[in-house]
T-cell receptor, first 110, second 116 residues
Framework: DAKTTQPNSMESNEEEPVHLPCNHS???????IHWYRQLPSQGPEYVIH???SNVNNRMASLAIAEDRKSSTLILHRATLRDAAVYYC???????????FGQGTILTVHP | NAGVMQNPRHLVRRRGQEARLRCSPM?????VYWYRQLPEEGLKFMVY????????ESGMPKERFSAEFPKEGPSILRIQQVVRGDSAAYFC??????????????FGPGTRLTVL
C-alpha cells in the first residue's frame, strides 16, 4: 500500500472549521482514500472515503487534489467530541485491509 | 442493528496462560478483521477472515497466535502462553460481503489485554 504523511498534531477551537491534510504522492490510480478516526479509549470509526471527486457526508467533507497526491479532511464546525486521532489511509487491495499510520492528533479547545 | 461486539472488554492474564478474545460481527457481515494496538503505538493489521476461512494472516505473529471464524458463532482470537509483550488493545472489525477496496469497516470497542 502507498504511504501517507500527516502532521503529528493539530489544534482547533470549538465551532471553527478544521482542515486536516494528508500527502500521498505515490498513490496509484486504483487507491481509495479513506479517513478513520479514533476517539480516546474507543475503536476506530469510519469518517469518509473517496477516489477522485470531492465527497461530503454528515460528518465531514473530503477534498481531493486534482493530481490525487494529497487530500484534506474538512470538519466544518469542530466540537469537543471531534478530539481524536485522525488517520488517512490508502487502500488498493481487493478486500479492504487497512494500514494505519501514526495519524494526526486533533485537539479541540473550548 | 447492534454494532460489532467484543468480549471481554478487559482481560487480565498471568504469563503462560491462554487468552481468548471474542468478536461478534454486525448482522449480515461475513468479513472479520483483527487489529492490535500496542501501548503508544498505532493500529496494526493482524488477520482477515471470512466464514470458516483465513484469507490473510500476514500480520499474525508466527507463534502462539491463532484466529478462527466458524460457520456459527463469533470469531475467536486465541493467544497461547501469553507474555507481557502481548499486553495491548485488540480490535475487531467487520464489513459486509462485497468486494472492493472501499468497504467501510465497522470496529468494535476492543478488548484490553493485560498480562501480569
Amino acid at each position: 500500500d502507498a504511504k501517507t504523511t500527516q502532521p503529528n498534531s493539530m489544534e482547533s477551537n470549538e465551532e471553527e472549521p478544521v482542515h486536516l491534510p494528508c500527502n500521498h504522492s505515490t498513490i496509484s490510480g486504483t487507491d481509495y482514500i479513506h479517513w478513520y478516526r479514533q476517539l480516546p479509549s474507543q475503536g476506530p470509526e469510519y469518517v469518509i472515503h473517496g477516489l477522485t471527486s470531492n465527497v461530503n457526508n454528515r460528518m465531514a467533507s473530503l477534498a481531493i487534489a486534482e493530481d490525487r497526491k494529497s487530500s484534506t479532511l474538512i470538519l466544518h464546525r469542530a466540537t469537543l467530541r471531534d478530539a481524536a486521532v485522525y488517520y488517512c489511509i490508502l487502500s488498493g487491495t481487493s478486500y479492504g485491509k487497512l494500514t494505519f499510520g501514526q495519524g494526526t492528533i486533533l485537539t479541540v479547545h473550548p | 442493528n447492534a454494532g460489532v461486539m467484543q468480549n471481554p472488554r478487559h482481560l487480565v492474564r498471568r504469563r503462560g496462560q491462554e487468552a481468548r478474545l471474542r468478536c461478534s460481527p454486525m448482522k449480515g457481515h461475513s468479513h472479520v478483521y483483527w487489529y492490535r494496538q500496542l501501548p503508544e503505538e498505532g493500529l496494526k493489521f493482524m488477520v482477515y477472515l471470512q466464514k470458516e476461512n483465513i484469507i490473510d494472516e500476514s500480520g499474525m505473529p508466527k507463534e502462539r497466535f491463532s484466529a478462527e471464524f466458524p460457520k456459527e458463532g463469533p470469531s475467536i482470537l486465541r493467544i497461547q502462553q501469553v507474555v507481557r509483550g502481548d499486553s495491548a488493545a485488540y480490535f475487531c472489525a467487520s464489513s459486509p460481503p462485497k468486494q472492493g477496496a472501499h468497504n467501510e469497516q465497522f470496529f468494535g470497542p476492543g478488548t484490553r489485554l493485560t498480562v501480569l
